[in-house]
């Protein structure tokens, strides 16, 4: 299966040449790299041209349309329409080092899902390390089966493992842009899992995730670490995000199976009702749809009570 990996650079010159480094040491042959600047002001655009001029050529197709700051989700979403029919999309991040099988991996676990014209998303795990690439750990286990109301409370697919069929990239196309604050990975999980697509989590770790002060977003190691920032946040934040999602699915319910089109109406509906009265519904609606969790029992207990709260 071919597969393009999108890459969006924007200030990344600390880091980027590891980064290509190991896409040209990919064992997937059949790939090439659609990239854009997102209005860097050091020598991302030169290390990545260098490189691209490095590579066969047409394999390294640089996207100027829109030129200068889109943000990372509106970067992402025009890579996304450049990509050739029958192709698969990897996103890509500019900081990290994958391992040389992460796009065989992910391709051939799509492959069937290409094969039946059916939307389906891969993602990983992956190893954290600092900013030297010194390990941290590996990221916390993904769940083997993520439903949709698993997807609407917290973001699993971690943008740069994940990987899109030729028919998700259709799907997540169809409903661009995603809310403010949902970006790019998250949407893509809401609306494949939403469609009635597979999502397919592999619990080996596809690449060095590095961490460091320049990140778009962190990715907590441990438990503790990981509901500790989650009360940081705030259920302000957490609530709003979910709101807006719920909102913007629904103005793409066509797309969705009538089963979670219906759930999205019912989030809604218990939403907007205000006060105690409010908290005994959202509290049933919470019992009536047990596979609206996150993954860990103390993520999980912050966010009943954040939703129950309203």
């Known amino acids: 299966m071919p597969v393009c990996i999108l890459l969006s650079v924007h200030n990344g010159a600390a880091f980027l040449e590891d980064l290509l480094r190991s896409l040209g040491q990919q064992t997937h042959a059949d790939w090439c790299l659609l990239w854009r600047d997102d209005g860097s002001t050091d020598d991302s655009t030169r290390i990545t041209q260098r490189f691209a001029d490095s590579q066969p050529a047409g394999r390294c197709v640089r996207i100027t349309q829109n030129a200068g700051r889109l943000g990372v989700?509106?970067?992402?979403?025009?890579?996304?329409?450049?990509?050739?029919?029958?192709?698969a999309a990897a996103f890509c991040d500019q900081d990290d080092v994958w391992f040389p099988d992460k796009l065989d991996r992910a391709a051939?676990?799509?492959?069937?899902?290409?094969?039946?014209?059916?939307?389906?998303?891969?993602?990983?795990?992956?190893?954290?390390?600092?900013?030297?690439?010194?390990?941290?750990?590996?990221?916390?286990?993904?769940?083997?089966?993520?439903?949709?109301?698993?997807?609407?409370?917290?973001?699993?697919?971690?943008?740069?493992?994940?990987?899109?069929?030729?028919?998700?990239?259709?799907?997540?196309?169809?409903?661009?842009?995603?809310?403010?604050?949902?970006?790019?990975?998250?949407?893509s999980y809401l609306l494949v899992s939403g469609a009635g697509g597979q999502v397919v989590t592999d619990n080996q770790p596809t690449l060095y995730?590095?961490?460091?002060?320049?990140?778009?977003?962190?990715?907590?190691?441990?438990?503790?670490a990981r509901a500790l920032a989650a009360l940081r946040r705030g259920p302000?934040?957490?609530?709003?995000?979910?709101?807006?999602?719920?909102?913007?699915?629904?103005?793409?319910a066509d797309l969705l199976t009538a089963q979670n089109a219906a759930l999205l109406v019912r989030l809604r509906q218990a939403l907007d009702i205000p006060g105690p009265a409010g908290w005994l519904v959202r509290s049933r609606l919470l019992r009536q749809t047990p596979e609206m969790q996150r993954v860990t029992p103390a993520e999980q207990m912050i966010f009943r009570l954040w939703f129950i709260l309203g």
């Open 73 to 87: 989700a509106g970067s992402f979403g025009l890579l996304l329409d450049h990509v050739p029919a029958g192709h």
């Open 236 to 252: 302000a934040l957490f609530m709003s995000t979910f709101r807006a999602n719920v909102a913007q699915l629904l103005r793409h």
């Open 209 to 224: 995730y590095r961490q460091h002060q320049g990140n778009a977003v962190g990715a907590p190691a441990h438990v503790a």
């Open 108 to 187: 051939r676990a799509l492959s069937p899902f290409h094969e039946a014209d059916r939307p389906a998303l891969y993602c990983s795990r992956q190893f954290l390390t600092d900013s030297a690439l010194a390990r941290i750990g590996p990221s916390p286990a993904l769940p083997p089966a993520p439903a949709f109301s698993m997807a609407l409370t917290q973001n699993i697919a971690t943008g740069c493992t994940v990987m899109l069929s030729p028919a998700a990239i259709r799907l997540v196309r169809a409903a661009m842009p995603p809310p403010a604050g949902t970006l790019h990975d998250w949407w």
